[in-house]
C-alpha cells in the first residue's frame, strides 16, 4: 500500500477556507467511505476530525466538512481560525486490519 | 474520559529490544481493537500493529513483520508492544490508537512515546 498523496501545505487568512485533498486508489479511497482526517499539533494528542469522509465526531466544530470524488477525498476548514493551524493527515481503510494514511499537510494561519 | 498513556520509549541500539506499554481508560478497553502508529522524524503517520478486541487476530505493517508483537491484557486494560531486532527506521513517536473496527477509523491517540534506535 503506498501513502495517500496529500500537498504539502496550504494557508489562508482568518475566516477565509482551506481545502486539502487525499488521493488514493480504487483499492482504499475509491473503493470504501471510510475516509478520516486527523488534526496533529506538536506535542499533543492527535485528533479525529472526520470519519466515513464525512461525518465528525462529538465536539469538532462544524468548520470542518469532508467529502469524496472517486479515488480523491478532501477536508475543509471553513472560517479559519489560528487555533487550525496544524498537520493534517487523511488515511482510509484499505480492508479488514488494513488502513494507510495520507503524506500529510502543514496548514498555515497568515 | 477516553485516556491512552504510553510508557517504554527510549534510546537503545541497533538490534536492542524494547517493550512499549499503553494504559487505557474511559471506556472498556477489552470491546475495542487497538493499534499503534507511528511517526518518524519528519515523516507521516505508518500503522505499525492492530489486535482484535480479544487479542485473537493482528496485523503487522510489512516493516516490522516478524520482529514486532502486539498483544493486550484487558484485566489489566493495558496494550503492549514488543520491538525486537531495532533498527534506525525504526525511529518514531509510537501513539497508541483506539481503533473501533465498527468504525473502521482511529478515533483516540494517546500522546505518543518517543523511540531512538542509535548507536
Known amino acids: 500500500q503506498s501513502a495517500l498523496t496529500q500537498p504539502r501545505s496550504v494557508s489562508g487568512s482568518p475566516g477565509q477556507s482551506v481545502t486539502i485533498s487525499c488521493t488514493g486508489t480504487s483499492s482504499d479511497v475509491g473503493g470504501y467511505n471510510y475516509v478520516s482526517w486527523y488534526q496533529l499539533h506538536p506535542g499533543k494528542a492527535p485528533k479525529l476530525m472526520i470519519y466515513d469522509v464525512s461525518k465528525r465526531p462529538s465536539g469538532v466544530p462544524d468548520r470542518f466538512s469532508g467529502s469524496k470524488s472517486g479515488n480523491t477525498a478532501s477536508l475543509t476548514i471553513s472560517g479559519l481560525q489560528a487555533e487550525d493551524e496544524a498537520d493534517y493527515y487523511c488515511s482510509s481503510y484499505a480492508g479488514t486490519y488494513t488502513y494507510v494514511f495520507g503524506t500529510g499537510t502543514k496548514v498555515t494561519v497568515l | 474520559e477516553v485516556q491512552l498513556l504510553e510508557s517504554g520509549g527510549g534510546l537503545v541500539q541497533p538490534g536492542g529490544s524494547l517493550r512499549l506499554s499503553c494504559a487505557a481508560s474511559?471506556?472498556?478497553?477489552?470491546?475495542?481493537?487497538m493499534s499503534w502508529v507511528r511517526q518518524a522524524p519528519g515523516k507521516g503517520l505508518e500503522l505499525v500493529s492492530t489486535?482484535?478486541?480479544?487479542?485473537?487476530?493482528?496485523y503487522y505493517a510489512d516493516s516490522v513483520k516478524g520482529r514486532f508483537t502486539i498483544s493486550r491484557d484487558n484485566s489489566k486494560n493495558t496494550l503492549y508492544l514488543q520491538m525486537n531486532s531495532l533498527r534506525a527506521e525504526d525511529t518514531a513517536v509510537y501513539y497508541c490508537?483506539?481503533?473501533?473496527?465498527?468504525?473502521?477509523?482511529?478515533?483516540?491517540w494517546g500522546q505518543g512515546t518517543m523511540v531512538t534506535v542509535s548507536s
Open positions: 490508537v483506539k481503533a473501533p473496527q465498527q468504525l473502521k477509523t482511529f478515533d483516540f
Open positions: 474511559g471506556f472498556t478497553f477489552s470491546s475495542y481493537a
Open positions: 489486535i482484535s478486541y480479544n487479542g485473537g487476530s493482528t
